[in-house]
T-cell receptor, first 113, second 114 residues
Framework: DAGITQSPRHKVTETGTPVTLRCHQT?????MYWYRQDPGHGLRLIHY???????DKGEVSDGYSVSRSKTEDFLLTLESATSSQTSVYFC????????????FGPGTRLTVL | SQKIEQNSEALNIQEGKTATLTCNYT??????LQWYRQDPGRGPVFLLL?????KEKRKERLKVTFDTTLKQSLFHITASQPADSATYLC?????????????FGQGTTLQVKP
């Protein structure tokens, strides 16, 4: 998985609680992304980062925030988890702005009850 | 808005045959198109990239074509093997100068039977 780890790998939480997912890379890639993957929707971009402390919104950013204080770490926070945020979350990294070829982590399966 | 369509029905083929997967797109003129493989419970893995000025790209048993007039890419696996069974995603990249964010299709599941 190209030197990318995600933690936790599985999490069950209750509606209304905050949740933070962590993505850690050892590749020193500049760009990092958070996606969610759901049946019928495929992969959808939540937020992305183009450098330390530089982030921007993706297609489905409502209810999510991110932070990147170090090159290697990109955190995704669900401010108040809802059942609609039950999903599999993938982190990806890239070092090529022209082609945007991405390398994905193993994913985090999140269940919000 | 930009839209990518891949056949949502699983493709079942016999070992040794050529598998052909289709990716169609609308309202878009991508500079690149990429194909990824995803196994159950794992993240997608990059396979191939083809540029808008390339008609065809090959890598071992894989071949990708890119027809910008038809707005379509075909992904071929020759001499398919059961180990090729997976979901294959196509993804588009914007033209140079855009943010370059990838847009993914929903994927087509390939099942190769021995």
């Amino acid at each position: 998985d190209a030197g990318i780890t995600q933690s936790p790998r599985h999490k069950v939480t209750e509606t209304g609680t905050p949740v933070t997912l962590r993505c850690h890379q050892t590749e020193n890639h500049r760009y990092m992304y958070w996606y969610r993957q759901d049946p019928g929707h495929g992969l959808r971009l939540i937020h992305y980062s183009y450098g330390v402390k530089d982030t921007d919104k993706g297609e489905v950013s409502d209810g999510y925030s991110v932070s990147r204080s170090k090159t290697e770490d990109f955190l995704l926070t669900l401010e108040s988890a809802t059942s609609s945020q039950t999903s599999v979350y993938f982190c990806a990294i890239s070092d090529d702005r022209s082609t945007d070829t991405q390398y994905f982590g193993p994913g985090t399966r999140l269940t919000v009850l | 808005s930009q839209k990518i369509e891949q056949n949502s029905e699983a493709l079942n083929i016999q070992e040794g045959k050529t598998a052909t997967l289709t990716c169609n797109y609308t309202n878009y003129s991508p500079a690149y198109l990429q194909w990824y493989r995803q196994d159950p419970g794992r993240g997608p893995v990059f396979l191939l990239l083809i540029r808008e000025n390339e008609k065809e790209k090959r890598k071992e048993r894989l071949k990708v074509t890119f027809d910008t007039t038809l707005k379509q890419s075909l992904f071929h696996i020759t001499a398919s093997q059961p180990a090729d069974s997976a979901t294959y995603l196509c993804a588009l990249v914007g033209p140079t100068g855009n943010t370059g964010k990838l847009i993914f299709g929903q994927g087509t599941t390939l099942q190769v039977k021995p």
